[in-house]
């Protein structure tokens, strides 16, 4: 589903985002990302998403080729491919179902659709008995979860998530990332970005891979090519 080649990322001002890196998530598969702030994790999911280009390397994500894939379609990428951010980015003064019956709507839903399509999005995430509040009223495990939804307008196939956990208390973080296994076991690949240590050990199954400066340093799906000095591998 998502395989990245030798992918470096530079920035005029910034210099070296992404140094030479190099993994493949599967479908159906759940992997955490990992590493301190500026590491790259951000940029990482930016370009699977292909809101950005890599400066050298190849990225294929659902079928897609960043090599061959024209700006016009782009788009055929996001269809596959949900994003959920840390800010949650909902439209505010809005109800939980306008917001996720906006991204219907802007991704072409016929417009009789919408609003139960919307409904059971909200279901699917546990929020349907808050469709009618308004989003600002929600708690920040509640907003979330309504971002989620919204990124599943789609039906996307990889759900990438960047730290969707930073702004959750310890409760609604278990719910937000239960939510995300519930997803991952109906066969959505699933990438979420964090840096929580804890949160990683508590779902000691799934995969992780961990940037540093840049580079990858630990995956542990392939251990034994990985640096000596992972600071994940220390830390467990």
């Known amino acids: 589903m998502i395989e990245l080649t030798r992918v470096s990322k530079e920035y005029p001002r910034r ?6 890196i190099s993994f493949q998530v599967g479908k159906g598969e759940f992997a955490f990302l990992t590493g301190h702030s500026g590491s790259g994790k951000s940029t990482t999911l930016r370009l699977i998403h292909m809101s950005e280009k890599p400066s050298r390397g190849r990225i294929r994500v659902a079928g897609y080729d960043s090599e061959r894939i024209s700006p016009r379609e782009i788009w055929k990428v996001r269809r596959r491919v949900g994003f959920v951010f840390q800010d949650f980015r909902l439209l505010p003064g809005r109800t939980a179902l306008e917001n996720v019956a906006f991204a219907l709507e802007v991704t072409g839903t016929p ?3 919408i609003v139960p399509k919307a409904q059971r999005l909200l279901s699917q995430v546990g ?9 600002n009223e929600l708690s920040g495990g509640e907003q979330q979860r309504v971002a989620v ?3 599943l307008a789609n ?13 959750l208390d310890e409760r609604a973080t278990k ?6 296994f519930q997803l991952n076991a109906m066969g959505m690949a699933v990438l979420m970005a964090t840096h929580d240590l804890e949160l990683m050990r508590r779902r000691s199954h799934a995969r992780v891979l961990e940037l540093d400066e840049g580079r990858l340093v630990f995956d542990s799906a392939n251990p034994d090519d990985s640096g000596p000095d992972s600071p994940t591998g220390r830390a467990s």
């Open 149 to 151: 939804a919204r990124a």
């Open 15 to 20: 210099g070296a985002a992404l140094r030479d």
């Open 111 to 113: 417009g009789k659709l």
């Open 127 to 135: 929020l349907a008995p808050k469709a009618g509040a308004l989003v």
């Open 155 to 167: 039906e996307p196939v990889i759900l990438l998530a960047d730290e969707p956990t930073g702004n």
């Open 175 to 180: 719910g937000i990332v239960d939510l995300f």
